[in-house]
């Protein structure tokens, strides 16, 4: 099957032959792709039945519907991407799409976030996984799979050579799942994206961070690594910068809401001045406060490799946040900074005024605007924090970020998409220059 009629054609067999119901989403995303290919003929299909979809909060789909696709696309060529996310999909639907993984030969592109999907449908996703020779990226967040999921998702690695992006943030995970995770990427070369955020850990000793350290110092393919709610303190950011010294392929860190203060950003400023391969950093939710900015600021005048900054949220007032502004100004690489949620007092108004009305930082890459009352500048939060399309299923084309808007096809999916699969829609102006 490799047009949308004959898919469409294959989806009322297969209910008929199971003695289903169609799915009126599924019906209605079938006849929106009917109607666009009357003007131009696609080649591939982005499959999107996202649950959180305004239009149709009230019709998610279920294990049953997992059934009837997974007979719908088992041998279809023409859908190449998959958008699950927030249904009602549990444990019998992730063994139906287990199986799909390991007969189609074309999706590239899954998307479960946020579904009902625990230890057992983790066990079937990992086993499709591991005959799979097509799939690059894999969501899972929010799906309470737990630390015996995350040992199956180990287990796949081990054997799958071709997934590049996987996402097990807010799985609870646990010490023991985490350490297996770290230590299958010593051999795993494929995976450039790893999602492993907020796991359940009950220690103060950060053995977790200690063997991501030890894991950047020797590995040579990860390009992005998400570690946000892992209770990362100045001792582990301290262990992370040691070993970032000598990364040269981490480009996307993310280490948001964890504990590091002004000691572990110093540590950072340290990896920043060396001008590492770090292009993006995200520290939102810390507590860097004055003398943390001041430091990363001391290290931006120097770097020419990082573009994008996020300290929201680190109780910065104005000396750190105008020492982060004057540092832009003479650094010509960073080209988007987050700031709200900090003391935006008067100096560091104007400073971030000054910056985006000269056009140094473009009014798109930044979550601030100025405006002027009674002859006072002030700056308000717009709606441009990273990851915005995450979690939320854009309906418009305006709103959908960039990697979806281009069509996937096989050479669409380059290193640099890749790299920013989780911060694909945050990075839509950066990434396909």
Known sequence: MSDIHATSFRYDCMCTELGVKPHPYILQTIEKEKEENVLTTKDTMFLSLAGNNKHWRDARIGDEDCHVLFKTLANNLYVVALDFRFNNIGDEGARHIGDLIAENVTVKDLNLIFNDIGEDGAQSIAKGLQSNESLLSLRMTGNKIGHKGGMHFAGALQVNSTLAALDLGDTDQNIESMIALCSVLYQNTSLKSLNLSRPLLFTVQEETTDHFANLLKVNASLHELHLRKCDIRDYGMTRLAACLINNYTLTHLNLSSNRITRDGAKELANVLGNNTSLKLVDLANNRLEDKGAIYVAGALRHNTKLHTLVITNN????????????????????????????????????AFAQLIDTGRIHKTNTDVKPYVVDDVIYLSEINGKPGRHYTWA????????????????????????????FYASFLKHTMYQ
Do not use: F, M
């Open 315 to 350: 109780n910065i007032k104005d000396s750190g946040l105008c020492a982060i502004a004057n540092s832009i100004k003479q650094n010509n690489g960073l080209t988007n900074i987050y700031i709200w949620g900090n003391h935006l007092e008067t100096d560091a108004c104007v």
């Open 394 to 421: 854009p309906s418009y084309e305006d709103d959908l970020p960039e990697w979806q808007l281009k069509e996937i096809r096989e050479d669409s999916y380059d290193t640099d998409w890749l790299n920013n699969v």
